[in-house]
């Protein structure tokens, strides 16, 4: 099946899918013909983004789970599998925190570890608990979210939390899925990786709203930095992910495709 076509694809697991591009690839996804499982822990506006996605004539439900806890992601995955076969998981959860830091002395454990966690750690429990349901059907397709913050960026933080964090935890993102790919290779599971930069998602949301609230002088620099002169839309990293989400991406796993306007 292509990556366009409608039919029945199964079932995509979506973290983050209340708002920003965990939303655009339930919206994707659900073009391809998926039944869409999303997972946010923000309950309002999960509702939302549910009936947003039914309204396209998906089949879609959702689940309201913190992804940074073994229990929540092991029963989100139980009730996704009776709920439907689970042919990908896309862990588009993830943030770089509530302070906005940038000098290493100004991060303590505590803010180390909520990034950490809410990247990295949350990954791994949703490969974790899908793995066993995709081995055993011999098929599967896992997409995670880093970021091109993974190599690092001069300047002042801007729409940034604690960024060293954000920036390792999304550079470790990168080597688990190398590692997942290979571990994964013969079982008919692909890994793979979409390295976004600055991406806007629907008017209100989080990150579109950091950036149109920055100073002028401070956007405008975000903007030189960028070598198209502007932020990508949600719905273009979204389509990456259909793509390395769909049957047709057969062959390619273990990449980190960077979906970055040439950045
Ligand atoms: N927007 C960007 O500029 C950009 C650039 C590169 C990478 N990314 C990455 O893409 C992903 C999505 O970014 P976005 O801008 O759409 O973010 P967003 O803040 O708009 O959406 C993130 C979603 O994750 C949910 N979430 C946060 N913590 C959670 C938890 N503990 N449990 C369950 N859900 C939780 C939030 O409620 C929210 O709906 C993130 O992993 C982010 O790091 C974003």
Not at 11 to 36: D, P
């Amino acid at each position: 099946m292509s990556a366009a076509n409608k039919g029945d694809a199964g079932c995509a697991i979506v973290t983050g899918a209340a708002g920003g591009i965990g939303l655009a690839a339930a919206r994707q996804l659900a073009s391809q013909g998926f039944s869409v499982f999303l997972v946010d822990r923000d309950e309002a506006g999960l509702q939302t983004a549910l009936e947003s996605v039914k309204a396209g004539g998906a089949n879609a439900t959702s689940c309201v789970a913190d992804v940074t806890s073994t229990e929540q992601v092991n029963a989100a995955v139980k009730a996704a599998a009776e709920w439907g076969r689970i042919n990908a998981l896309v862990n588009v959860a993830g943030g770089s925190g509530p302070k906005r830091v940038r000098d290493i002395e100004g991060i303590d454990d505590t803010d180390w570890d909520f990034v950490i966690d809410l990247n990295l750690k949350s990954v791994f429990l949703f490969c974790r608990a899908v793995v066993p349901h995709m081995r055993a059907q011999r098929y599967g397709r896992i997409v995670n979210t880093s970021s091109s913050y993974s190599r690092g960026r001069k300047g002042p933080v801007t729409t940034q939390g604690t960024r060293l964090a954000y920036a390792a935890a999304k550079a470790g993102i990168i080597g688990f899925g190398a590692q997942l790919s290979k571990d994964l290779a013969d079982c008919g599971i692909t890994v793979n990786t979409v390295v976004p930069a600055l991406t806007l998602g629907e008017p209100g949301s989080r990150i579109r709203s950091r950036f149109e609230n920055l100073p002028d002088a401070a956007r405008n620099a975000v903007l030189s930095e960028l070598p198209m002169g502007r932020p990508a839309e949600a719905y273009e990293v979204a389509a990456a992910i259909g793509f390395l989400a769909s049957e047709s991406a057969s062959h390619v796993s273990g990449i980190a495709l960077p979906v970055d306007g040439a950045l």
